[in-house]
């Protein structure tokens, strides 16, 4: 008697395009028709100044999103390589612009935003916007461009991991449960909350899809993977910062019930889960970690929040923080974050800092590490001001430039770093 293997199911076996379009049909909802009359009382009344404040701001960069959403959808239908998934892309172009009215509505109607026009109230509203959400959806810009020019597999694989499992499964999910979450404790803003679990079943409509398209793009071209990658260490850093609050006021988030380290842990968990069922775990990504912070999504939550505010990631503000255990953080991050696979053969990289005390990182696969100090036998010595290293890990400056002006100046066995490239992000 010949012993029959169990075989793995996925989740993505149990759904299909077809059956993704039959639910769109089954879950239609009106924008034009929720009623808001309710909500502006409680929004007068009940929510405080500064709630009303906050609430704002988190609700501005829902609106401009769902809009920029609608309008960069065309490219993602033509690169469709079947019928079917162009059918339901169609369909989630017509809810995010459904979704769109529905916070226009809302702004207007119960928030206060004055225009005459959509375009108008999204002229208003982009002051509200933070550094870390204008790099991602111009990213998404960008990226239609690009898959006009080049619809190929993994161009739009790229596309996909950008907007469903970024945009829509890590930022926007989160999002929506932060919302409807302290609405629902309170009993307040019943027609918003009705608009929002509309909302929110269409993402997650939208999001099943995109991991379903994933999967099967990754069967499709062997390249998925590597563009799938690239994209990830590209945009991972920004979304760190896209729900930082103006002027760092943690009170923005956390007067709703909720902190950055909650909602950090959600969506790291929600990414990791997304790029797992679509086959394309992060642990098994080529090339350098995707994510260079080791620990569970809360950890790397909290680590990401330390970097964002000593100035190590996101938009350039200040001078660098140099405490101690944030320059610490710092270069674990930095060894976190290399491919040693991909150096030649092992090698100490010393940073000699012009304004600091030096670091260097041990290059061995397997057991690399960073420490303060001075490493006996450097292979590679970089002389180098800390703020100037720290742009560079930011990717706010190129260390090319740098060089170029004497600001970086790579000493000794130059021919090992050159070879040994590929295992630094921008390798």
Not at 43 to 53: D, H, I, N
Not at 253 to 272: H, Q, R, V
Request: proline share 7%; net charge negative.
């Amino acid at each position: 008697m010949t012993a029959t293997l169990p075989t793995t199911q996925s989740p993505l076996d149990n759904i299909s395009y077809e059956d993704l379009y039959r639910r769109w049909e089954n879950g239609n909802w009106k924008a034009t028709a929720i009623d808001f009359s309710t909500d502006a009382e409680q929004w007068r009344s009940t929510f405080t100044e500064f709630e009303r404040k906050a609430a704002y701001w988190n609700y501005c960069l829902f609106f401009w999103g769902e809009d920029a959403v609608a309008d960069g959808l065309s490219p993602y239908v033509d690169a469709a390589p079947l019928e079917e998934q162009k059918y339901f892309l169609t369909t989630q172009q017509v809810d995010e612009a459904r979704h769109a009215v529905f916070f226009n509505r809302f702004m207007t109607e119960v928030a206060g935003l004055g225009g005459a026009s959509a375009g108008a109230n999204l002229t208003a509203i982009k002051p509200e916007l933070t550094w870390g959400f204008k790099k991602v959806f111009g990213r998404l810009e960008t990226m239609c461009d690009e898959l006009r020019a080049n619809p190929s597999i993994p161009q739009l694989a790229a596309g996909v991991a950008l907007y469903h499992i970024i945009i829509e499964a890590t930022l926007a999910q989160p999002g929506q449960h932060f919302i409807t979450s302290y609405l629902e404790d309170r009993d307040l803003l019943p027609g918003f909350r009705e608009g929002m679990a509309n909302v929110a079943a269409d993402e997650q409509r939208h999001i099943g899809f995109g991991v379903k398209l994933l999967s099967d793009l990754r069967k499709m071209d062997p390249e998925v993977p590597h563009a799938v990658a690239d994209l990830l260490r590209e945009v991972m850093p920004w979304t760190i910062n896209v729900l930082v609050p103006p002027g760092w006021d943690e009170r923005y988030i956390e007067t709703f019930g909720f902190t950055m380290e909650d909602l950090g842990e959600e969506g790291a968990s929600s990414l990791e889960t997304k790029l797992r069922t679509a086959g394309l775990a992060l642990e098994d990504l080529p090339g350098p970690p995707v994510m260079p912070m080791n620990g569970t999504p809360r950890e790397r939550a909290i680590r990401g929040k330390v970097l964002c505010k000593a100035g190590y990631l996101g938009e350039k503000i200040g001078p660098p923080s140099r405490e101690p255990a944030h320059v610490e953080l710092l270069f674990e991050s930095v060894a976190n974050g290399l491919d040693t696979a991909a150096a030649r053969e092992p090698g100490v990289i010393q940073w000699e800092f012009t304004d600091h005390e030096p670091w260097h990182l041990v290059v061995d696969n397997g057991t690399t590490r960073a420490a303060r100090g001075v490493a006996e036998s450097p292979r590679v010595r970089f002389q180098v001001s800390f703020e100037d290293w720290v742009d560079v890990v930011a990717g706010r400056t190129d260390p090319r430039r740098l060089a170029l002006r004497g600001r970086f100046r790579p000493r000794g066995d130059l021919r090992w770093l050159f070879k040994s490239r590929k295992m630094f992000p921008a390798g």
